[in-house]
């Protein structure tokens, strides 16, 4: 099997099995705030190494806990110059201390198809990347879930039309399937704290409204900033196609919480996506 080794195990989060997992479920622990009369369909949390936004990511990823997905796409921006406007992984799976994530190659080949007809390309499958948007999400997963299988989605593209693009092509992939969304987004950059709470405030608003469209637009109205934007789009997009009617925000923090310098943050919030549950 064709395996992505992790280039950011032991620096970005812990190297060893045990103790990833000790310092994920010190994560997971606490209380969850679920919706009355809702099944869980996706969540939006952020990417920093675990020790900045891991407690923000482990409030949102606490709700999947005895959830039994057979898939898990996860949706992230590509940070680095790479072939193609929206990608997948070239390999089989996915790699991390805590095991292997088979990838859905079923599901890849269906979404690439309905990219491909929506917007005139196909994923792109991209090998030995070295971004951490994505994997920094998987062992959160891990914990919480323990087997599933990941349909895995860089964005390079960052225009609305391709983010929409993506969001309605991963609702018909996923349909009728027992899937999870996770978008994978920090907020605001290298702004003084007072500044990135007030912006952070207004992108998480926009998320709380499902409104994919406002989000995307936030940035262009000067009014907040997510380097994720389209993954955050995309997901909500998605949600709405298989059925999603509300979203709730989680958490808040920034770096400036574990660091103590206050004076350039990057933001973190985390959001959970509901849908009303069937009598």
């Given amino acids: 099997m064709d395996i992505r080794p992790s280039p950011i195990a032991g620096t970005w989060y812990p190297g060893t099995a045990e103790q990833l ?37 482990g409030a949102a990823f606490r709700l999947m806990r005895g959830l039994a997905p057979d898939i898990v796409a996860v949706v992230s ?17 996915y790699q991390t201390p805590l095991g292997e994530i088979l990838v859905d190659q079923d599901a890849v080949r269906k979404l690439s198809d309905a990219m491909q007809k929506r917007t005139g390309f196909a994923l ?25 299988h990941l349909l895995p989605v860089m964005i390079l593209d960052q225009r609305e039309s391709t983010a929409e693009a993506l969001g309605l092509a ?34 998480m608003r926009r998320v709380e409204r499902f409104d994919p469209a406002a989000v995307m637009r936030a940035e262009e109205e000067e009014a907040a900033s997510a380097c994720g934007r389209a993954a955050i789009a995309a997901v909500l ?3 709405r196609a298989l059925g999603a009617d509300r979203v709730s925000v989680i958490a808040y923090a920034n770096s400036g919480d574990v660091t103590g310098d206050k004076s350039s943050v990057v933001g973190y919030g985390s959001a959970a996506i509901w849908r009303t549950a069937s009598a």
């Fill in 237 to 239: 997009w998605a949600a």
């Fill in 21 to 57: 997992a000790k310092s994920i479920d010190h994560f997971l622990e606490g209380e969850t705030k679920t919706e009355p009369n809702a099944e869980l369909v996706g969540v939006v949390v952020p990417h920093a190494g675990h020790r900045y936004s891991g407690s923000v990511a």
């Fill in 124 to 148: 792109y499958p991209l090998r030995n990347d070295r971004e951490h948007s994505l994997e920094i999400e998987l062992p959160f997963l891990q914990r919480a879930l323990g087997s599933f």
């Fill in 170 to 203: 991963l609702g018909e992939t996923l349909a009728g399937r027992k899937a999870l969304l996770v978008a994978s987004s920090d907020l605001s950059h290298f702004f003084p704290d007072a500044v990135a709470r007030t912006f952070d405030a207004e992108m």
């Fill in 77 to 93: 921006p590509m940070h680095n110059l790479a072939p193609g406007q929206v990608l997948t992984s070239g390999h089989d799976a």
